[in-house]
């Protein structure tokens, strides 16, 4: 038993955050409906590495995930959709607020056809204020959330992540928010709600107390590049042979290990070294001893001084260092998934290890409408007739 089996969830999401809630879900066992338009896809399929034109991130974000061909746009889409959500105990969405209503397919259909149902709404900016009617993308709420202007050199650019960062920490939000209100929903008389998450919140929430501070002291925190105004060290540092390591102090303790080691134990009896405000204030100090001393040493060299006295230290690692560390192989953070097309691709292992219902990868991302005939003949009733009409007329793939 996985522990979400039996829970039905429909992805009727795109980029990122809604995919990524879905797949932890699915991860988990519950079987999640992909719903993407019959004729363009998901624009997901297009973001992210392909090999010999297969797109390598779908592999990953839609796997569990059976997929369902519709364009909901349209009056006879929408009856499916409806008919489908009667059986689903979630729906996970990312249109722009009232485009769900506009389609007859809002929360007041969805929960006039079951009561029961979890309604998640991902948006920019949430379902109402003077924003929510914005195009809403993570870039934006790296910006607002106060984590671009902390990010990057103190005389360089507000800086923005390589990545989906706002996105994946609103995705996994979005699961935790699913499991709370299913949670409410088996105990407390078995009604469904709306979930109003934004990718704007959760990262905000990250980020840190930046406006509380700001509130009570009027202090504004400024950018330090890859310091902290916590401890120090703590920093990256280059070494001989052209790596890049990470360091960090968080622990007195292990500040006074760093320090003895790199050979300025002198410093252990300065006033401002017993706390991490005032290591911070003298970093500059504290640098010049560490890079000194690391920059004389190659990257292995480094790591092995630094675990013989239990100092915090890590490799910066690229995607290549990833794949071939071995606690992260021994330990299945990345595993070999079969895969009809690629025969087999490596992905990101289910996020979690749980010991009596683990998570399981079963699948990974299908093509377009790869389980049309499946869900709509065996499991809604249509005839093998009424799906050929609907395809020819474009409703679903």
Not at 10 to 33: H, K, Y
Not at 81 to 97: C, H, I, S
Not at 236 to 243: E, F, K, L, V, W
């Amino acid at each position: 038993m996985t522990p979400l089996e039996g829970l039905r969830i429909i992805d009727a999401s795109t980029i990122l955050a809604g995919p990524l809630c879905c797949q932890i879900l699915g991860d988990f066992g519950a079987d999640v409906i992909k719903i993407e338009h019959p004729v363009h896809g998901d624009s997901m399929r297009g973001h992210g590495g392909q090999k010999d034109g297969i797109p390598l991130w779908w592999k990953e974000i839609s796997r569990n995930k059976r997929g369902l061909g519709l364009n909901l746009g349209t009056p006879k889409g929408a009856d499916v959709f409806l008919k489908l959500a009667a059986t689903a105990d979630v729906v996970v969405e990312n249109f722009r607020p009232g485009t769900l209503e506009r389609w007859g397919i809002g929360p007041e259909q969805l929960h006039a056809i079951n009561p029961g149902l979890v309604l998640v709404r991902l948006t920019g900016f949430g379902q109402t204020g003077p924003y929510s009617s914005r195009p809403g993308f993570g870039t934006l709420a790296e910006a607002m959330s106060g984590f671009a202007y902390l990010t990057g050199d103190p005389d360089g650019p507000p800086t923005l992540p390589a990545f989906g960062l706002a996105d994946s920490i609103c995705g996994i939000a979005a699961s935790s928010a699913v499991m709370m209100a299913l949670r409410h929903r088996d105990t407390n008389g078995g009604t469904g709600q709306v979930i109003d998450l934004n990718i704007l919140e959760p990262i905000m929430t990250a980020v840190g107390p930046g406006p509380t501070v700001y509130e009570q002291t009027g202090v504004i925190e400024e950018r330090h590049g890859n310091r902290s105004t916590n401890n120090a060290p703590r920093n990256t540092y280059r070494t001989r042979d052209g790596h890049w390591v990470a360091v960090s102090s968080s622990a007195q303790s292990i500040a006074e290990r760093i320090m003895t080691l790199v050979g300025h134990p002198e410093l252990l009896d300065e006033p401002w070294f017993s706390s991490g405000r005032g290591r911070a204030a003298n970093a500059d100090t504290i640098d010049g001893y560490v890079a000194a001393w690391i920059g004389e040493r190659d990257r292995a060299e480094v790591l092995d001084e630094f675990d013989k006295v239990n100092a915090a230290v890590a490799p910066v690692y690229s995607a290549k260092d990833i794949v071939n560390d071995p606690h992260i192989r021994e330990t299945q953070m990345l595993v070999d998934v079969d895969d009809a097309e690629l025969g087999s691709v490596l992905q990101h292992n289910v996020m979690w290890r749980m010991s009596e219902t683990p998570g399981q990868i079963r699948f990974t991302g299908r093509s377009v409408g790869a389980d049309t005939d499946q869900i709509l003949i065996n499991e809604l009733g249509y005839t093998a007739d009424s799906l050929e009409a609907l395809r020819r007329e474009g409703v679903v793939a």
